[in-house]
């Protein structure tokens, strides 16, 4: 299999893939790359927890041109995943938190394998009750829009799906997908 570079950004490169299908035709598969990968995953989610709500963030997605309800994430850029997560929730969101809060780290995840090799490693964080955290101030970059939303984890799918109804939000899937498992498991 050839692979060819059919174009390099800043942050991703697309590629051609010069592949043998099961009838032993010859095809092209085209796909996406992180520019630069990560051996320890591209970028994270975070699953963060703060009192008892789950930190959301809505944020202006360029390729939509919507605003979409989603978990704080972000590239890893060669840090460890802890570090990255921690400095992206802080980023994003304003919370802050450390390594101590960390409760768990996923193995590395394929989110898109049909079309991208990037992969993502979900962290889950227990925000602390500090005071730092009761006025939390955003650092964003100038390109990013960004709005926080604090949804109470009591009704979590309906919470979501209301806060995207009343501002016009499209959802994340992963999103809807960890509510929708939420619901469904405590309703068993």
């Known amino acids: 299999m050839t692979e060819e570079l059919l174009y390099q950004g800043k942050w991703i490169s697309i590629h051609s893939k010069s592949i043998t ?18 051996p320890e995953g591209d970028g994270v989610d975070i699953i963060a927890k703060y009192k008892d709500s789950l930190i959301l963030v809505a944020v202006y997605r360029y390729p939509i041109s919507r605003t979409v309800l989603e978990f704080p994430a972000g590239l890893s850029e060669n840090l460890p995943v802890p570090q990255v997560a921690l400095k992206e929730l802080k980023e994003e969101t304003g919370y802050t938190a450390n390594e101590s809060h960390i409760r768990e780290i996923s193995p590395i995840l394929h989110s898109d394998p049909w079309k991208s090799t990037e992969t993502i490693r979900y962290v889950l ?35 979501i799906l209301a806060l995207a109804e009343l501002k016009g939000y499209s959802l994340d899937s992963k999103l809807y997908l960890f509510a929708k498992g939420i619901q469904d498991t405590l309703n068993d």
């Open 125 to 159: 964080i227990d925000v602390p009750e500090t005071e730092e955290n009761e006025h939390p101030e955003q650092d964003l970059e100038d390109e990013e829009v960004i709005t926080v939303e604090l949804v109470s984890l009591n009704n979590l799918l309906e919470n």
């Open 21 to 38: 299908t099961r009838n032993g035709t010859e095809a092209k598969w085209e796909f996406v790359r992180r520019s630069k990968e990560n």
